[in-house]
């Protein structure tokens, strides 16, 4: 992040560069009518809340950046300006990173112990991203510059992050408390599952990049830390969705066919759900047949 920071504050001497930046929503303005073209045309939204990040599996921000005011040419003043939004937009997604939860209550940005662990991912994150459309309005001369991340998959933000979690034990045990896994004397069901879906619409629930699920003793029933890092890596720890429909089409490309749905009926914390024990064997027993839980075949229903 200092890095970041420290590139920014180059540029700004350097060049004495000006930037401009909006509060981006899921459109932008008439004056980039063209990158609203683009963005409708690879169905992309700017991302907003961590939430939409986590549910679109991509984290998108745009930047406009004006041209360095004593500019020779209309080249110059292009390429100045892009320049600006370009550091700007990296520097807005590092900014949006730190809000992203890493489990529990735990946030990127409050993390102690974590922190230089945490920072260094971003860091390298931020290299990884792509800047993926770029367009300069002649008329008010003004750059604007997308940038894009994954949050699954290779050089992703999810990747790094579970690198250095799940490579490094000690970081490990002091970000994620050990909990007692639920075990009890599994149940017959009347068909056989091989995914979840948790209805989490009536909690304050957050997706993070661990999402636990426990019983109403504290007993954890799906702890996503003892997931393989490979699926973590390429798929996260669930699918994140707004209905139960979605939830299914969406466990469907993970080769579920028949998930088991149940409610959510509280929260260990703002990223930890808790089900019923009715529910919870009902989970543990279907798993047993399975293993579901063992590929991250779930999926969480936000409100």
């Given at each position: ?204 629930f957050r997706p993070a990049l661990i999402n636990r699920i426990f019983t109403p003793q504290g007993e954890v029933i ?82």
């Amino acid at each position: 992040m200092k890095k970041i920071l420290l590139l920014i504050l180059v540029i700004l001497s350097l060049s004495s560069l000006v930037f401009a930046q909006q509060d981006m929503q899921a459109q932008l303005d008439q004056r980039f009518q063209s990158a609203n073209e683009w963005l409708n045309k690879n169905n992309l939204t700017i991302t907003s809340t961590p939430e939409q990040a986590f549910i679109n599996d991509y984290i998108l921000v745009a930047a406009e950046g004006l041209p360095k005011p004593n500019s020779r040419s209309p080249g110059q003043r292009r390429l100045t300006a892009e320049r600006a939004a370009t550091v700007l937009a990296y520097r807005q997604l590092a900014e949006f990173l730190e809000g992203i939860a890493v489990v529990g209550d735990t946030l990127v940005k409050d993390a102690e112990l974590q922190y230089d662990v945490v920072r260094t991912a971003v860091a390298g994150v931020v290299k990884g991203a792509q800047v993926v459309y770029k367009e300069y309005n002649d008329k008010e001369e003004t750059a604007l510059v997308i940038v894009k991340l994954g949050m699954t998959g290779p050089r992703s933000f999810s990747s790094i992050i579970y690198e250095k979690i799940m490579g490094d034990p000690k970081i490990k045990r002091d970000l994620i408390k050990p909990e007692p896994e639920f075990k009890t004397k599994p149940v017959k069901l009347e068909t056989n599952y091989d995914g979840l879906i948790i209805d989490a619409t009536e909690q304050n629930f957050r997706p993070a990049l661990i999402n636990r699920i426990f019983t109403p003793q504290g007993e954890v029933i799906y702890d996503p830390s003892k997931v393989s890092q490979k699926v973590l890596v390429e798929q996260g720890c669930g699918e994140y969705t707004n209905s139960i429909d979605k939830a299914k089409a969406a466990l469907e490309k993970r080769g579920v066919k028949n998930p088991l749905v149940v409610k959510a009926i509280g929260t260990v914390s703002p990223s930890d759900l808790q089900v019923s024990e009715e529910d919870a064997v009902k989970i543990f027993s279907a798993n047993q047949k399975s293993g579901f839980l063992a590929g991250a075949k779930v999926a969480f229903v936000l409100q």
